[in-house]
């Protein structure tokens, strides 16, 4: 997806799934605008769910229940970041 409109200018994004590697990889390009609380939500299959996530190398705050991951708007409009999910196996026993 390139160009999105939203309120705050346009977003760009491509995800990756690498689920049988644990993973999945998404490259982002948001507005120079982008609130501060930016959530990507990844809505994984059942029996995967977020263990950890990464920004351009650095680790990022996850919220499990939500399935979503924190990202920080890039510096200058147009600019493009990197988000890395860590899966893990879900046996359903309790989301944290």
Same mark, same amino acid.
Do not use: C, I, K
């Given at each position: 997806m390139t160009a999105a409109p939203t309120r705050w200018g346009p977003v760009g994004y491509a995800v990756?799934? &690498?689920?049988?590697? /644990? *993973?999945?990889?998404a490259s982002l390009?948001?507005?120079e605008a982008t609130p501060v609380d930016t959530w990507l939500?990844?809505? &994984?299959?059942?029996? /995967? *769910?977020i263990a950890s996530a990464m920004q351009?190398?650095?680790?990022?705050?996850?919220?499990r229940a939500a399935e979503a991951v924190r990202v920080a708007g890039p510096a200058g409009a147009?600019?493009?970041?990197?988000?890395v999910v860590v899966t893990e196996p879900d046996d359903?026993?309790?989301q944290t």
């Open positions: 990756r799934s &690498l689920l049988d590697e /644990h *993973r999945v990889e390009t948001l507005p939500r990844l809505r &994984l299959p059942l029996g /995967h *769910r351009d190398g650095r680790p990022v705050q996850v919220d147009g600019a493009t970041t990197e988000v359903g026993a309790g």
